[in-house]
């Protein structure tokens, strides 16, 4: 097998019932709806983390967060610490074997010169470091939360520049595909991280005009989607057009669930946002709950993959580095630090896959575990500030796949287990940490 190109499509704050190929009624999303039929929707998929950094950190390096040294949400100012030098990347692995390799689109994990993507691995970069930027301005208002000045932030590799009143979603599609049309004698890894729908809501009229039946905040995250949308329908066009459609890997999915942050709609007022949406799933970003952390994700790969299939196995973002390195033919059991699985049998083969494993989660004092159908969550929040009143909850997902009834009582044994597996592993991941 030749080695195939890798796009990765990485959204920011969608929630799972955003896209119409996820259920939604009022979000129109044509282009990603293709792009599945093309290859495989997955009902289970889960982010490593619900907030923005560490869920990044866990896509690009196939650990989970606390590994990566980047298991929070990384500042906005220029200066600030992120991503080890010692953490490498997809692109770092991929550029090993002959790939070329950039990114288009919000890094959001450090801002020194040995956190960069150019630092790790990434040939080009076109974006902005920090975790949210004005849409027309690219400057970064929000610092001024902690008493500093803002700043602009767009940047091309290492060099500041300016597109004053260029919507940005249009400029990541528009580098992208310019991207891709140049690429010609070898393998590409691109990266393509829109920071939509994150706030500020912003979106320009020829996107607000499909949605002139919803109203206000509905209306704006409905034009923010489509935007990104579009930006998926063009990037698959420029792979047909330049004849690399059918070798190449696309993945499309978010870093956590929508927000409820009160920033989010400018309205002048204090109160929760609930522009997006998180389907029958409880909780917001910064939440273990479903809500929080199981996201769309589809892939596609028209030259391998049969098209129009769904999965319904847990996976998770850390998955993606040794799947794909396995589809570059580079063996990834042989690649000790990583933490996440290989799920190439079950994207290429009709054979039962065998996904029976703990995955983990920890996030300001919450911590989680899945293990088949069922879910344990510790401390758990519905979002970042109102926490559940039940400190511990079991779940049977089949059967409650919004977390309402609490099993604790019914099934002690299962709780108990589950609680001291995942206190056990984060036991673990701390010890690393301080030894490291």
Known sequence: MSQPNFIIIYCDDLGYGDLSSYGSKTVKTPHLDELASTGIRFTDWYSNSPVCSPSRASLLTGQYPARTGVDNIIAGERGAKGLPEKS???????????????????????????????????DNFFGFHSGVVDYYSHINYWILRKGRNPVHDLWKNEKEI??????????????????????????????????????????????????????????????????????????????????????????????????????????GT?????????????????????????????????????????????FVMMDIVPTFLDLANVDSSKIIELDGKSILSAITSKETFNAQRKIFWEYDGQLAVREENWKLVLNGKFDFDNADKDTIRLTNLKKDPGEKENLVEMYPNIANRLKKSVESWYGKIKNEQIHN
Request: include cysteine; charged fraction near 20%; hydrophobic fraction near 30%.
């Open 162 to 267: 300016w597109e004053n009143g260029s919507y940005i979603t249009d400029l990541i599609t528009k580098k992208s595909v310019d991207y891709i049309h140049n690429q010609k004698d070898s393998p590409f890894f691109l990266y393509v991280p829109f920071n939509a729908p994150h706030f500020p809501l912003h979106a320009p009229d020829k996107y607000l005009d499909r949605f002139s039946n919803l109203a206000g905040d509905k209306q704006i995250m409905a034009a923010m989607i489509s935007a990104i949308d579009d930006g998926v329908g063009e990037i698959i066009k420029a792979l047909k057009e330049t004849n690399q459609y059918n070798n190449t890997v696309v993945f499309f999915s978010s870093d956590n669930g929508p927000s409820s942050e009160s920033r989010n709609w400018l309205d």
């Open 270 to 314: 204090e109160d929760y946002y609930y522009g997006g949406d998180a389907g029958l799933f409880n909780g917001y970003k910064g939440s273990l709950y479903e809500g929080g952390i199981r996201e769309p994700a589809i892939i596609s790969y028209p030259g391998v993959i049969e098209g129009k299939q769904v999965c319904n196995y847990p």
């Open 88 to 122: 490498k990347t997809l692109a770092t692995r991929l550029k090993d074997v002959g790939y070329k390799t950039s990114i288009f689109g919000k890094w959001h994990l450090g801002s020194r010169r040995e956190n960069l993507p150019n630092n790790h691995g990434f």
